[in-house]
């Protein structure tokens, strides 16, 4: 199979009409976040059904590990979307532009990040110190900077459960992670840890209290099954499709709720996006029908399909102006 590269978005269209491309790639290909991956996959199941186009194939890779494989250049072997669980770095973006990719940014909606654990397990109402100190490598005793030495929730907080700190959850490569240490370990940091680390608050326990899950937030849910002890650490959307197995904790005295994270009033929320490759744009078969349909009321709107999903919509205004947006294809930093 003849190998393009493309240079630009008009020399891209030029290949797109020669014998050369044609033989090409006829799939959209998705990369990215677990979060985002079953509000895409969904829509890519729906223009599949439709027979708009071929089915796109998406893949679960985290948010760090697409960006990757998203802005390592252009051409029939890259990804042409990515999702992300948070805004591109600016140091992926520096990426991108170094390898000639254009991403256009698309705000998709809202998620929580929840604290959960099955059914069978006690119910919390923690807040964001709490989690730090269970989950910090480093915390602040008697004034002092040590390593974590707290083996049980009880240890943290007496109004807690004697039971072992037992964390599931995402790896370093996740937006879920990225999110997670910035609205939780961030926010609740003491501050002569703030003081004493030089890598800042984020730093996670590697004692065995936390455990880096991967990428599979369905494995999550299964090892919580397993042991009503453990808590979870993962997307709201996740919660909602496991309603009936798991339930989620109060922060700081708010329930991570549709509606709550909706109004912002629930604490640990971020903002979902994909990306799109502009040069991969009427080359690469189906990309405008999909930016269309993930845009549409019906696909991201309140009423629509990726609601039922468990993803919280924008504001109208704000989706009316990431749809303008996303179908004028509107490069960042063009």
Known sequence: MKKFLLTASAAALALAASAGYAAARDQIQIVGSSTVFPFTTAVAEKLGQSGQIKTPVVESTGTGGGMKLFCQGVGENTADFTNASRAIKDSELKTCKANGVTPVEIKVGFDGIVLANSKAGTVVDLTKEQVFKALAKNVAVDGKVVPNPYKNWSDVDASLPATKIEVLGPPPTSGTRDAFVELVMD??????????????????????????????????????????????????SFLDQNADKLQGHKVDGVEP?????????YGVSRSLYIYAKKEHVGVIPGMQEFIAEYTSEGAWGPEGYLADKGLIPLPDAERATWAENAKALKGMGS
Do not use: H, M, W, Y
């Not at 709720?257 to 009033?265: R, V």
């Open 187 to 236: 926010a609740a940091c003491q501050e002569e840890v703030k003081a004493a680390n030089e890598k800042g608050c984020g730093e996670i326990r590697e004692d065995g209290a936390f455990v880096e899950a991967g990428e599979n937030d369905n494995l999550i849910v299964q090892k919580l099954e397993a042991n009503p002890n453990a808590f979870g650490i993962f997307g709201f």
């Open 257 to 265: 709720t549709f509606e709550n994270i909706a109004s912002g009033k």
